[in-house]
Every structure is written in C-alpha cells, then in structure tokens.
C-alpha cells in the first residue's frame, strides 16, 4: 500500500488548506484513515480519523470545529479540510491506513509542510 499526501503550503493565520491523500491500496473503501502531525521537537499526534465509510469520525480536541476529515472511496483518496489555521497548526502533516482500527495505524504516507505564519 502507497500512501501519497498533497496540498501542504505556506498560509497565512486564518487560511485554509486542504489536503489530500491518494492510498494505491485496491479495497481502500475496507480500510480506516487519519491524519497525523509533527510539529519540530514534538511528538506525531492524530490530527483526525474516519472510518472505512465515513460514517464515524474523531478528532483531536485542538482542531475540533476548525478541521473536517472525509474520504471518496471511488477514488480511493481521503482529505483533510483545514480551516481557520493557526501558527501552531504547523507541522508536517501524515496520513495513515489502518487495516482493523484507527487505533493502530499500518501504513504511512510521506507527509507535507504546513506552515502558517502569523
């Protein structure tokens, strides 16, 4: 499984981005997503997850409101809409695949920039 996120950049405090994750994976719609992120000198935290079909989602309480996560099983590509962004929302931003969970993630994407500058 191959896992291609795009999308990341250099926005401004209040900006939106929105990424995108391509999974190579043929029965993606069977698999869960989420969204990780590493701030320099932090630990990888989950951003946002969703289920194989979208009908549950979580999300990191420092988001909540702000981020929304969903998924387009016909094209086997998963999104994360980021809106009102903060400086400290930047970080290098992974997806993730997990075959049984979102609790355990089994596949990584090579992540993208975010930067927000204030």
């Known amino acids: 499984v191959q896992l291609q996120a795009s999308g990341g950049g250099l926005v401004q405090a209040g900006g939106s981005l929105r990424l995108s994750c391509a999974a190579s994976?043929?029965?993606?719609?069977?698999?869960?997503m989420g969204w990780f992120r590493q701030a320099p000198g932090e630990e990888r935290e989950i951003v946002a997850a969703?289920?194989?079909?979208?009908?549950?989602?979580n999300y990191a309480d420092s988001v909540k409101g702000r981020f929304t996560i969903s998924r387009d099983n016909a094209k086997n590509t998963v999104y994360l809409q980021m809106n009102s962004l903060k400086p400290e929302d930047t970080a290098v931003y992974y997806c993730?695949?997990?075959?049984?969970?979102?609790?355990?993630?089994?596949?990584w994407g090579k992540g993208t920039q975010v930067t927000v500058s204030s």
């Open positions: 969703i289920s194989w079909n979208g009908g549950s989602t």
């Open positions: 994976a043929h029965t993606f719609s069977r698999y869960y």
């Open positions: 993730a695949l997990g075959i049984r969970s979102t609790t355990r993630m089994d596949y």
